[in-house]
């Protein structure tokens, strides 16, 4: 069963990247005049700030800071780069402390100088390194699966059904999986494993927006939600019979949205969320 | 085991559309020429000419004609262009025959529209409405699965695993699957799938170019194989394992290279074939 269009904003979330144009003080105070009631804060947006009083500014706005965007990017041929990947990953944890979030988003990498079997390795043995400072500090890490187009560079981990797996294996109360629409709607199994996300508590995030068609560029060119094709009431549907009741946060990469007013860009995202998730 | 480089081009084949700049006398005259064995023609190289005589050509340049591209693009909500979509690869199966060639690549369509389910019906609808044309006319039919990025508009058939179950399910000798290693590199089940569809005797073709890292358009910037990241040996010694000992068919959409002189382009892939395939 499909559920009925989103009646209020209690659970609707903005990406801070998706209007890329705000800084982060002025974002806060927009999305919150417009009822939005959660924020999840890119680590460029907190440049140059103090974390803990820009964390707080978000809160005075009555913002749920949902998550911190992003840790990852473990692979590397060289195996300094890896430690250091991890180093910074521990640097985010502490900064998602100061900001005040619980989790943290992971864009776990890839590179194309090596097998993705290898580069899965490392994925895992680098969420391994940082999993005692993730529960010591009670942070949450979410594995992000991105969509295959991004297998050379990005993400090594292109389906639901790895990050399921990884995040099993890794067996961790403070790892799990946040589910994209953009990435994952193509996929025949993704109902499937959404359901084993949550039967086995991993289901930490939903992202939405939209796959627009043509679609011209492979990072940027991403849609309000209605604009494509991708079924986000179904999925939706999906994520909550598998027990997710969290934010609905909107992540927009958009060369086209961010060349425009930011003020109408919000006002058609919130009636974009009404009307089509 | 990864096997030894290409020391000869008995296996080597080359699309049309690769040199696209070049008309199809011109292409196999100089595929020819360069000692390339095999020629896949893409439907738009054969506008206006005499197919008969063009197979003809082709054979007397020693070329075999590997495959025509390419029908498919069954989906679609109307049900009329459905039926004229059928009717189209019926055509193409008769210009297959007066070509002289025993196999159509598929790509089989998406209509964003309607579902992916929906689509995938419809294509399902589709290739069982042209079998009895394909095994009077002894033409095989290769369904392409393609990648993700393509999901929306291209193919509903994404990853090998679908195409293998849809020839499955099919159930015909002149249904099967092409491989393409720029589709199909970053599946975690692509050496499984490969090995499930030569045991169903349905691995047909093998289609090879690589992934670059950037890569700047989702349709018309693929590389020269060893330019990015695919691993085209490993993928080759899978399939090989799998009892394929077909062609070996470079498909390039490039505007970058197709901007560039075609026969410097031609010897780049020759080089490209006995280095990195």
């Known amino acids: ?46 440049k140059g700030r103090n974390i803990r009083e820009t964390g707080q500014l978000l809160r005075d706005n009555d913002l749920t800071v949902v998550s911190l965007c992003r840790g990852g990017f473990f692979p590397n041929r060289d195996p300094s780069k890896r430690e250091a990947a991890i180093d910074d990953n521990r640097k985010l944890i502490e900064e998602a402390v100061e900001l005040g979030t619980k989790l943290i988003v992971l864009v776990t990498g890839a590179d194309p100088n090596q097998s993705l079997e290898d580069s899965r390795e490392q994925i895992y043995e680098g969420i391994s390194a940082i999993i005692p400072d993730a529960e010591s500090a009670e942070v949450k890490l979410a594995i992000e699966p991105l969509h295959p187009m991004y297998a050379d560079s990005r993400s090594a981990i292109n389906t639901i059904a790895q990050a399921n797996q990884m995040a099993e294996d890794l067996n961790s109360p403070f790892v799990g999986v946040a589910v994209d629409v953009y990435h994952l709607w193509w996929d025949p199994d993704l109902e499937n494993e959404i359901k084993r996300c949550g039967e086995n508590n991993h289901l930490f995030a939903f992202h939405i ?33 598998a027990g997710f009741h969290g934010f609905h946060e909107v992540e927009i990469f958009s060369s086209l949205y961010w060349k425009q007013d930011q003020s109408e860009l919000l006002k058609d995202i919130i009636h974009a969320y009404h009307k089509y998730v």
Chains 1, 2 share one sequence.
């Open 1 to 46: 069963m499909i559920s009925n269009q989103m009646n209020d904003l209690s659970k609707l979330c903005i990406h801070t990247i998706t209007t890329k144009p705000w800084e982060i003080e002025k974002a806060a105070k927009n999305y919150a005049a417009a009822g939005v009631k959660g924020i999840t804060v890119w680590r460029d947006a907190l």
């Open 209 to 241: 927006c939209d796959w627009k068609t043509p679609t011209n560029d492979l990072l940027l060119d991403r849609g309000l939600m209605g604009e494509g094709c991708i079924p986000i009431k179904k999925i939706r549907s999906w994520v909550e019979n």
